[in-house]
Nanobody, 121 residues
Framework: QVQLVESGGGLVQAGGSLRLSCAAS?????MAWFRQAPGKEREFVAR??????TTYADSVKGRFTISRDNKNTMYLQMVSLKPEDTAVYYC???????????????????WGPGTQVTVSS
């Protein structure tokens, strides 16, 4: 069983930046970030495979950058933050390499507890 732990959330003004981290206790394949705002469904943010290939939600393209190192840690660099980016951000990981279905939350095997990101206007 792989455990995921997020860190780096906080309160930032609109236009500011934050860097989230997700540390995995074991080997994973596809890793991703999802977010859930109050009263809304959990939504896909970005994902990265072991090969380094990435996919982003249209709402964050050009502002967020997902990356991972070779020690099972994933990052999400967020710049030009907007109030609508306010949400709990979750790290997710899979046991196998995911393809075109990697934006769907149910295909991920492991989840972190989440970290709050609040962007004030």
């Amino acid at each position: 069983q792989v455990q995921l732990v997020e860190s780096g959330g906080g309160l930032v003004q609109a236009g500011g930046s934050l860097r989230l981290s997700c540390a995995a206790s074991g080997r994973t394949f596809t890793m991703a970030w999802f977010r859930q705002a109050p009263g809304k469904e959990r939504e896909f943010v970005a994902r990265i495979n072991l090969s380094g290939s990435t996919t982003y939600a249209d709402s964050v393209k050009g502002r967020f950058t997902i990356s991972r190192d070779n020690k099972n840690t994933m990052y999400l660099q967020m710049v030009s933050l907007k109030p609508e980016d306010t949400a709990v951000y979750y790290c997710a990981a899979s046991k196998i390499s995911l393809g075109t279905n990697s934006a769907v939350s149910v295909v991920y095997d492991y989840w972190g507890p989440g970290t709050q990101v609040t962007v004030s206007s």
